[in-house]
């Protein structure tokens, strides 16, 4: 090999790591690594052909060939370097490609998160996701910039759409809180007035209560409660149960089979096996009890732990998965249909929530005087109490209600659940409520409760780290962990929820026994405004 024809192609690699050296440092790694090898094989096979004592000969030893091999590499490399063939190092866009020349808009948007937010960059972002070569759902792993990314996704929405979320708010909210928590592809947020009502005194302490709603008198109605309720000595809560709920579905063989298992789980002696294994999940989650229910060959087994001050169902599935993979081990042939089998049951009104209770089990009393029965409600105790059973209780049996019998306990538990940050779908088993009415003290004044078998609350996790959540729930002194007794915060919370609703049902049942519901509804509703606006 001619040692002017090495030498010459050494010089060209080094004028090409030269030319590189503004390139990231892994590529200058590369570079160096070529030229070193390509100087270290060219050594090798010129020494090799001036050895006369061992002349090269063909064929070639297996060195030999590495050798050879290693500098065609080397030199492939290098030349693909000067001649700027891109399959060694994609070449950098050019200025023009800023403008939408050159090369594509997929070899524009790089891998890397690109930070900053120059007009261009965003414009072919946008473009991208427009086009649909860059999913919507990438744009905050993309960008590193969650905020960036929500801008440039409204801007998308309004280009694809052709109608534009001015409306919307975007400015005031922490993107970065809610990514990975709250919401996903996130474009904005919707705003909701926020009342208090109260004060409400439970239990020796005033709580002023933070509703989220879009109805005119709910905040009204349940601040007249509450006021009725402080005039008589306040109400009274008793927590009956604190377990969060999980139900997988598992299927067997044979119904025999399922019925082998079932007996298992529900033994006694193996119970404080399961518990260990669950409770392996969590520092909170313990398991307090496993129901079965079978249908054929599937089995549905009910857990119920305690879950601290989180909601906890992700804990609760976190420990069940933990006494499935237990439970394979002596039912190899026990078979996953489903984490969820409804019979916990999520977000929808059943019997075993309303008989077993899910989440926080609640009830909250209160007498009320007869003066603050007339002076402030303006009805009677009698009146309330014929009107509860023919509404609330005979009513909701006729409509064939479950969990239903009362008057509106949603409406306070969707109001409490926004503005705290609860999951506003489980106001459905949350607000399953019955209330009693009765005449006490020789009739004279109102005994009056409401018995809440699934509140299903947190002051950690979910919805909870918002910034206007949280200050909900710091008003009212829940806010986050309770380090001294984990859990305490999350059961004072259900509890408020509970006499919040003992209010509005009070109100309103006053409300419909004095006739003025329509009269109040007109007043703080203000429906004229809207058929007015909607005329003109």
């Known amino acids: 090999m001619d040692a002017r024809r090495v030498v010459g192609r050494v010089a060209a690699a080094r004028r090409a790591l030269a030319a590189a050296r503004s390139m990231p440092l892994p590529v200058r790694i590369t570079n160096g690594l070529a030229m070193i090898s390509l100087v270290l094989s060219s050594c090798y096979l010129l020494r090799l052909c001036s050895d006369r004592d061992r002349p090269l000969r063909f064929p070639l030893g297996g060195r030999e060939v590495a050798t050879v091999l290693c500098q065609l590499a080397s030199v492939v490399y ?13 070449s950098p866009p050019r200025a023009k490609d800023d403008d939408g020349g050159g ?24 473009a991208a996701v427009v086009s649909g ?4 759902h990438r744009l905050e792993s993309r960008l590193g910039d969650c905020r960036r990314a929500a801008r440039l996704r409204r801007e998308a929405l309004r280009r694809v759409t052709g109608r534009g979320v001015e409306g919307l708010p975007f400015e005031g909210m922490d993107y970065q809180a809610i990514l990975g ?26 709580y002023y209560v933070p509703m989220a709603t879009t109805e005119g008198c709910l905040v009204a109605s349940v601040n007249r409660g509450c006021s009725a309720i402080a005039a008589s000595g306040g109400a009274v809560s008793v927590l009956l149960r604190d377990a969060m709920s999980r139900a997988p579905a598992v299927k067997l063989p044979s119904a025999k089979r399922a019925a082998e298992l079932k007996a298992f789980v529900e033994a006694p002696a193996n119970f404080e096996t399961l518990a260990a294994v669950f409770n392996r999940s969590s520092r909170f989650g313990r398991l307090q009890a496993i129901h079965c229910a079978l249908a054929g060959r599937n089995l549905y087994m009910r857990f119920s732990c305690s879950t601290g001050d989180a ?5 609760v599935s976190k420990g069940v998965e933990n006494v499935l993979g237990y439970l394979q081990n002596d039912f190899p042939d026990m078979d996953l249909i489903s984490l969820s089998g409804n019979y916990c049951s999520d977000k929808k009104p059943t019997a075993v929530n309303w008989i077993e209770g899910r989440g926080k089990s609640v009830v909250c009393e209160a007498t009320i ?20 059973i023919i509404k609330n209780l005979a009513g909701s049996a006729v409509a064939g209600a479950l969990g239903g019998f009362n008057a509106h306990a949603s409406n306070i538990v969707t109001a409490l659940f926004i503005a705290t940050g609860q999951d506003p779908a489980q106001n459905v088993e949350s607000s399953q409520c019955i209330t009693m009415l009765e005449a006490v003290n020789d009739g004279e004044d109102l005994h009056i409760s409401v018995t809440m078998p699934s509140i299903e609350v947190g002051t ?24 001294d007794s984990p859990g305490a915060n999350a059961k004072l919370l259900a509890t408020i929820v509970a006499g919040s609703v ?13 006739g003025q519901l329509v009269k109040s509804h007109m007043k703080y509703n203000r429906s004229s405004k809207d058929v007015a606006s909607a005329a003109s």
């Open 78 to 90: 290098l030349l693909s370097l000067l001649f700027g063939v891109p399959f060694a190092h994609p």
């Open 103 to 126: 090369s594509s808009p997929r070899r524009r948007a790089p891998d890397a998160p690109v930070h900053g937010s120059a007009e261009g960059g965003d414009e072919e972002i946008v």
């Open 133 to 136: 070569e860059l999913p919507s």
């Open 181 to 206: 928590q709250c919401c996903e592809m996130p474009v904005g947020y919707v705003q909701l007035p926020v009342g208090v009502a109260g004060p409400l005194l439970l239990d020796g302490r005033q």
């Open 311 to 315: 909601m906890g169902m992700n804990m």
């Open 369 to 388: 005087k007869g003066e603050v029965v007339q002076n402030v409600l303006k009805t009677t105790v009698q009146k309330l109490v014929e009107l509860n």
């Open 460 to 483: 950690i996790g979910g919805g909870t780290c918002l910034a206007s959540q949280a200050a909900c729930l710091n008003l009212l002194g829940v806010k986050g962990p309770n380090h």
């Open 502 to 514: 003992l209010a509005g049902e009070l109100s309103l049942l006053a409300a419909l026994a004095a």
